[in-house]
T-cell receptor, first 111, second 112 residues
């Protein structure tokens, strides 16, 4: 069964600190993996997208990694800001229109 | 124009009402999607249109009726909804089916 699991479910950090979010997937065939940021009540916004051959991709303070052998991905946020408070969703594409969504990590950044 | 727009932002309707949600994109994308998202849950795919033709219907109840009048516009017609249909309805588009999807801001629907 195609599944995407994320950990932790929720995370609280202080402004300026770094954090890492985890994503494990069992999706076959694998096309690509994306990290989205979703503010409450808003649509998801893409942060990074990685294909099988890519193992690191950065977008400003966001760095995503992908290990296709272990089927794991991580999203590292550097020097967190209050505006980083959101849900972060790992989404895996199985080479079709259907995206397999993880349940997300709810990040809260406090001053 | 590089975004997906959705109207209205919020909608409150009774169970006997008929209403429509609208989604628009002017990026030349030929695939468009409707998702339903309940609080603290991931989005669930409802419908996919590819080149203005319905290609996927994820066994959605008939009280939800999608329509794609042209390549830029996607509607979701609502009739006789239930309170459990209250959710955030997201529209997305992609250049073609299977490409990266770009999401709109969503319509927050409340059914009384």
């Amino acid at each position: 069964k195609n599944q995407v699991e994320q950990s932790p479910q929720s995370l609280i950090i202080l402004e300026g600190k770094n954090c890492t979010l985890q994503c494990n997937y069992t999706v076959s065939p694998f096309s690509n993996l994306r990290w989205y940021k979703q503010d409450t009540g808003r649509g998801p916004v893409s942060l990074t997208i990685m294909t099988f051959s890519e193992n690191t991709k950065s977008n400003g303070r966001y760095t995503a990694t992908l290990d296709a052998d272990t089927k794991q991905s991580s999203l590292h946020i550097t020097a967190s800001q209050l505006s980083d408070s959101a849900s972060y969703i790992c989404v895996v594409s199985a080479d079709t229109d259907k995206l397999i969504f993880g349940t997300g990590t709810r990040l809260q950044v406090f001053p | 124009d590089t975004e997906v727009t959705q109207t209205p932002k919020h909608l409150v309707m009774g169970m006997t009402n008929k209403k429509s949600l609208k989604c628009e994109q002017h990026m030349g994308h030929r695939a468009m999607y409707w998702y339903k998202q309940k609080a603290k849950k991931p989005p669930e795919l409802m419908f996919v249109y590819s080149y203005e033709k319905l290609s996927i219907n994820e066994s959605v109840p008939s009280r939800f009726s999608p329509e794609c009048p042209n390549s830029s516009l996607l509607n979701l017609h609502l009739h006789a909804l239930q309170p459990e249909d209250s959710a955030l309805y997201l529209c997305a588009s992609s250049p073609v089916s299977g490409d990266e999807q770009f999401f709109g801001p969503g319509t927050r629907l409340t059914v009384l």
